[in-house]
């Protein structure tokens, strides 16, 4: 029922899943959060193929929701016209026209990048100058159309080698290389709600691939769907939903990223984040953990000359801060001694 890439997924786990090690100096202990805001578990939502029914069914459900999703598109399938689009048989490549994928853009979902034609890249694309044009053209293609550069790509067929790799990477932020298949008649939502609740307990990020919802490959029922993200949902205070490019971002970030120069006071901590990455690719927050020894009753924090939001629970500090970004500085009280 559930289909995976497990080699693949084997391979890549630790790299994953693996929270950053707590630096610490006596009594305060500083660390990168494995996810944004602390959250135990992640997960996002990917579509493939930029079918139909996607844009009738899924996307009205995850909206209603207010869950985040990432919709794959293959640039040289899109329908010129409705006309087009609506003619197309149920679950076909390419039944959403450009306009329809604007519409998905105004409305905060991620387009992200699914090959030109959607060919095999290792086995069908021999050429260099098509290698390009179904990686890098397709790319462009999105960004003229919609106004934004996909920051992820999705192998046609989870197909990839080191040259498209790097090809791929250029440009693109991440790539999907792991996936749970989420789909086929038989599939029920509480299938899908013990597989999320794994990622919670087990501290994961899991990426749910479907096709169709009511026809095409592997089609998932409406209502199955709309039950899974219902659940999903009341579980937001333990698990980040958030589309494929943001939590990918975070965690390539966040492995790249170590804590520098810190120094500790009586009650404050300042620090610089130093990230391996480029400065084009350090683009989102860091939530940074800080631990004390007794329970905090104020706090502000500020990087360089900007002030940071600062969220407070009994004991602990979190600040979300970007990589390279200036030092970062925070202060506390427990009590009645506070430093200003």
Not at 28 to 55: C, P
Not at 174 to 191: L, P, W, Y
Request: glycine fraction near 8%; aromatic fraction near 10%.
């Amino acid at each position: 029922m559930y289909r995976i890439c497990l080699g693949l997924l084997l391979i890549i786990a630790g790299f994953y899943v693996k929270a950053t090690e707590p630096v610490h100096d006596g009594l305060v202990k500083l660390r990168i959060s494995n996810f944004k805001d602390d959250k135990a578990g992640a997960v996002s939502y990917t579509f493939d193929d930029g079918l139909r029914n996607q844009y009738l069914i899924a996307a009205p459900i995850m909206e209603k929701l207010q869950i985040p999703g990432t919709f794959f598109i293959i640039p040289g399938q899109v329908s010129a016209t409705l006309q087009e689009a609506e003619a197309k048989k149920p679950g076909a490549w390419g039944g959403v026209t450009w306009d329809e994928i604007r519409t998905l853009v105004a409305k905060g979902f991620e387009i992200g990048n699914h090959g030109y034609n959607h060919k095999n890249l290792v086995t069908q694309v021999k050429e260099p100058e098509e290698l390009e044009n179904e990686i890098e053209n397709s790319a462009d293609i999105i960004r003229r159309e919609t106004g934004i550069f996909p920051v992820s790509f999705c192998y046609p067929y989870n197909s990839f080698n080191e040259q498209v790799g790097k090809i791929v990477e250029r440009r693109h932020m991440v790539a999907r290389i792991f996936q749970q298949g989420i789909g086929a008649r038989d599939t029920t939502a509480k299938n899908i709600n013990q597989w999320m609740d794994k990622l919670i307990s087990r501290r994961e990020w899991g990426v749910a691939i479907i096709h169709g919802l009511t026809d095409g490959f592997d089609p998932l029922r409406p209502d199955v769907f709309e039950s899974h993200l219902t659940y999903a949902k009341k579980h937001e205070k333990d698990l980040w939903i958030d589309t494929f490019g943001n939590i990918g971002s975070y965690i390539k970030q966040r492995d790249a990223t170590t804590i520098k120069e810190i120094e500790i006071g009586t009650n404050s901590v300042s620090f610089t984040l130093d990230c391996k990455l480029s400065k084009k690719q350090v683009k989102v927050p860091l939530t940074l953990v800080i631990l004390t020894e007794n329970k905090v009753t104020e706090a502000k924090a500020t990087q360089g000359r900007e002030s940071l939001p600062v969220t407070i629970s009994n004991k602990q500090i979190m600040i979300d801060c970007v990589p390279d970004s200036g030092r970062v500085t925070v202060e506390w009280k427990f009590s009645d001694v506070y430093i200003d």
